[in-house]
């Protein structure tokens, strides 16, 4: 047989095996998720705001909890992490209103850390619905 002939076979051999279906891959169940991982609702409320006076550098954290009898945080609802830029910080907090409790008091409340140490608080303030809502413009007090 020429040389020709068999790069020609080879070559079309190897066009064949490509063009072919792939095999199917048997698929492996997921494992159970965590309550944080699980699939949010599509309809997702916000928060919307913005923190005055936020250092350059800084890290700052939003979260909205839900607090128990005794004022402590019980669950965490939502949070987001933001860095500081030195003026006024905007913010987004978006949250499944799904998981928004009924009868128990809810708060939005902010941290500020600059170089893993706290510097600064965001005094708690009490969200009463879960509609997406505007909380404005938020002061920050320098941490105890």
Partial sequence: MPLRSVVSFVLIALLAACSSQPSKVPEVDA??????QAPQSKSLNQLTGALAGVPAGSEVELALLEIDRDGQPDRLLSNVVLNGT???????????????????????????????QLIMLMLPRQIRTSASQTVGVMQLVPAP
């Avoid at 494992?31 to 944080?36: A, G, K, N, T």
């Avoid at 928004?100 to 939005?108: G, I, M, S």
């Fill in 31 to 36: 494992p159970p998720m965590e309550p944080s």
């Fill in 86 to 116: 030195g003026g006024t910080l905007p913010f987004v907090l978006q949250f499944n209103p799904d998981s928004f409790p009924k009868n128990q008091r809810v708060e939005l409340r902010g941290r500020v850390t600059l170089e893993g």
